[in-house]
């Protein structure tokens, strides 16, 4: 068998995908730096001339191709990108190797459509079964290895905290470890602290973030969190919004502790999945008095009504709150 010169990388785990990928790019050339293009930014037509024109030089190259589902309607434009992909690839450029990455969660081999038929009869076809489960998958040793290979050190309780917040998603818990570690690289440890610090959270985490912050009167962290907010483009009335909404919330788990109500039915009501963030709310609410809160909540309202009748800097309006003892 001669020379394969395309492959298609086929799995619906982007982390996944990207790992059979590094295996297949030491398997080739090692000295070629691969050129990568993803059709999400980048039309098919704007590689042509790298595709058809390595041919005038001996030097070999290896082009990755990803979101190649954007060319899989056949319409308009789209429709002269499939048939310049089809002619492609039944004669591809020699010198260049050709690696395709499809996020399609089926067995395309059993999937007979035009587009899977060419990929299938063309290329290479590399089917990623999630054989490493996610639900067997080891996340603790994987992000062990991952931290000592660069010479840091990771807690366990770390470890359990990136597991709690990202799940079972591998391509964005392995993304934003990557993260932690670069902002860590100096100080050879990554703390528990710098998990919270870093780690991209849903809009209502980050508000209780916020909110936690701003009622444990530690306004450095309230006010970082809040111009995450506005860069985020969230506009200042929703800012208030949400902290009132997470202040209810305490006050919520604060009768619910009193009245011993069993942590399911908070997690229900609170809408949460993970008993860790149940632990640190119920550890916010009993440090907070009620009256306390509450006159914080007045305060909230009467901000909410003057950013609504007062558009003057309503930016500086919630940060000057937010610096309140």
């Not at 089809?86 to 020699?94: A, E, R, T």
């Not at 209502?204 to 936690?212: H, M, R, S, V």
């Not at 109500?261 to 009501?269: N, R, T, V």
């Not at 309202?301 to 000057?320: A, G, H, M, R, T």
């Amino acid at each position: 068998m001669g020379k394969i010169n395309c492959y298609t990388l086929v799995g619906s785990e982007k982390f996944l995908l990207k790992k059979e990928l590094d295996k297949l790019l030491a398997s080739l050339n090692e000295n070629i730096v691969p050129f990568s293009y993803d059709l999400e930014n980048t039309s098919l037509s704007e590689l042509e001339s790298e595709l058809d024109s390595a041919s005038l030089f001996d030097d070999e190259k290896i082009i990755i191709i990803e979101s190649i589902d954007k060319i899989k309607e056949f319409t308009d434009v789209k429709y002269r990108e499939f048939n310049y992909l089809k002619n492609y690839l039944n004669k591809p450029n020699p010198c260049i190797t050709l690696i395709i990455l499809y996020n399609y969660k089926g067995n395309i081999s059993k999937d007979l459509t035009v587009f899977h038929s060419l990929i299938t009869s063309f290329t290479k076809v590399i089917q990623i079964e999630p054989k490493e489960s996610n639900t067997n998958f080891d996340f603790t040793s994987e992000i062990t290895n991952r931290v000592t290979e660069r010479n840091l050190t990771i807690s366990k309780e770390s470890i359990n905290l990136l597991i709690e917040y990202l799940g079972s998603n591998l391509y964005m818990l392995f993304n934003e470890l990557e993260k932690i570690i670069t902002y860590c690289i100096e100080k050879k440890t990554i703390t528990h602290e710098d998990v919270l610090l870093l780690i991209d959270k849903p809009l209502e985490e980050k508000a209780y973030e916020l909110t936690g912050a701003f009622l444990k009167k530690d306004s450095k962290k309230a006010l970082r969190v809040y111009h995450d907010f506005i860069l985020a483009k969230i506009r200042p009335l929703n800012i208030v919004s949400l902290i009132y909404k997470a202040m209810n919330d305490i006050i919520y788990v604060k009768k619910a502790i009193y009245n011993n109500l069993p942590d399911e039915i908070i997690m229900e009501y609170l809408n949460i999945k993970k008993p860790g963030a149940l632990y640190y709310r119920k550890q916010d609410a009993s440090k907070i008095k009620n009256e306390w809160i509450s006159s914080k909540m007045k305060e909230l309202s009467k901000l909410d009504i003057s950013l609504k009748s007062n558009s003057v800097n309503p930016e500086l309006q919630v940060e000057l709150f937010l610096l309140k003892k």
